[in-house]
């Protein structure tokens, strides 16, 4: 075995940076919402059959006798319903859609279909869950 090569990289500068060199890699929120959603879709795409629909129902919604009927039916457009899941957070006026489909096909149209879509004035944000709970 020879000597180490010198042709390689000049490591003695690394930590130093120029003014020119550094960037501005700060994002707003809705970047980076917007970046989380698509590691979300890139992630569960392939093997996620849950998702999660929020901002979608309200507390107050939640004693319509014909809620769940009307969101299965809504997510039938996409896929078969294993299992359909109105939580709310604990301490919070919010309310979590959660939806089983069938396939991971199912969830990934349901996704790109309901995620940014205007509901009852209201924005929804759909994404892949990871509720081991849900998806037994």
């Known amino acids: 075995v020879g000597p180490a090569s010198t042709n390689g990289p000049n490591l003695s500068n690394m930590n ?3 003014a020119e060199d550094k960037e501005d890699l700060s994002i707003s ?3 980076r919402f917007l970046i ?3 590691l979300a879709r890139g ?3 392939n093997n996620c059959k849950t998702i999660s629909l929020k901002n979608m129902v309200t507390k107050e919604e939640l004693y319509d006798e014909d809620l769940e009927e009307e969101i299965t039916s809504e997510c039938l457009n ?3 319903v294993d299992k359909l899941v109105l939580y709310q957070v604990p301490g919070s006026s919010e309310v ?3 939806v089983v489909f069938d ?3 199912s969830a990934e149209k349901a996704v790109s279909a309901l995620n940014q879509r205007w509901f009852a004035k209201r924005l929804i944000i759909a994404e892949f869950s990871s509720l081991p709970v849900l998806n037994e």
């Open 29 to 31: 929120g809705n970047e």
């Open 43 to 45: 992630t569960g795409g």
């Open 96 to 98: 979590i859609v959660y």
């Open 16 to 18: 130093q940076t120029n």
């Open 36 to 38: 989380m959603q698509k």
């Open 78 to 80: 996409f896929g078969i």
């Open 103 to 105: 396939s991971p096909s």
